[in-house]
């Protein structure tokens, strides 16, 4: 598969009273034509800003990018104007992206339809009678029952499961390259989720899309993803394939993120303690003070970059790195 975005050194910092938060932290990875990647974390961990600030959505103030690129297709999104032509050719069009909660994505003074067809509008310029069309043709693709009559209903008019339905057709109107669906099944019951994740895998598979999900739960993604991140404090602890990742969690984190997957007859085994403030933290591994195999070498030791040891498997625990001879 042919690469379609490559981020290195990606650096997102909010401004607060208290101090510099820094969201993410120097994120560099990859993703291929047609691939489905995990990026995986608690709530905090940059997931969702690093997503953001790939599609210049990070407001200014407080947020602003300090470095970092990120490569699409040969255009390095990060130097682009927020409101530039080239970067509104791109948002929407060639990337699209689903958010947590569609009631506030989608416009409640407007139909479903009038919103569908301004995104045909401002990037096909289509008329009115085609852009109606192909948006009645994609809410029936995506499962929406009589959807001639639901494209005048107002968001309101629908539930939690149907807007989502919604956000994933305006996402493919324009069939884009790459979707980003953040955190785009979390508000919904199991088996509407279940249903939207595998409208997102058929959608996929049928496309050839590459799909960006973010989430906090590792079960959805060790399911669906080909690979996975796995994020904390704003920075990648560790990277592979979903093989490598469940067979052979390297970084405590990730092993705490899979003790966190509810298995039926088995008690949970939550990660004890709470992340850290990302402001003014201290150079050493930021999982430290919540890591049960942390040793007293831990506590003088830099914070070590991803470093691979088997196929595309990589961590950034030293304990782990001198388990297997590469620190």
Known sequence: MARLLTVKDLTTEFKTERGTVRAVDRVSYSVDEG????????????????QLSLMQLV????????????????????????????????????????????????????????????????????????????????????GIPDPSKRIDDYPHHMSGGMRQRVMVAMAMLCDPKMIIADEATTALDATIQAQLLELLYSIVDKHQV????????????????????VMYAGRIVETGTVKEIWANPMHPYTQGLIGCVPVLGEKLDPIKGMPPSLINRPPTCAFLAR?????????????????YFDGQHATACNVRLREVGKA
């Open 35 to 50: 691939e489905i990647l995990g990026i995986v974390g608690e709530s905090g961990s940059g997931k969702s800003v690093s």
């Open 59 to 142: 407001p200014t103030p407080p947020g602003r990018i300090v470095a970092g690129s990120a490569d699409f297709e040969g255009i390095d999104l990060l130097k682009l104007q927020k409101k530039s032509k080239a970067m509104c050719d791109i948002r929407g069009n060639k990337i699209s992206m689903i958010f947590q909660e569609p009631m506030t994505s989608l416009n409640p003074a407007m139909t479903v339809g009038k919103q569908l067809c301004e995104v045909l509008f401002t990037h096909l310029s289509l008329d009115k009678k085609t852009a109606r069309e192909r948006a009645i043709d994609m809410l029936n693709q995506v």
């Open 210 to 229: 590459a799909l960006v999900m973010v989430t906090h739960n590792l079960g959805v993604v060790a399911r669906y993803a080909n690979r996975i991140n």
């Open 291 to 307: 890591c049960k195999y942390r040793t007293k070498a831990c506590f003088n030791e830099p914070v070590v970059d991803l470093t």
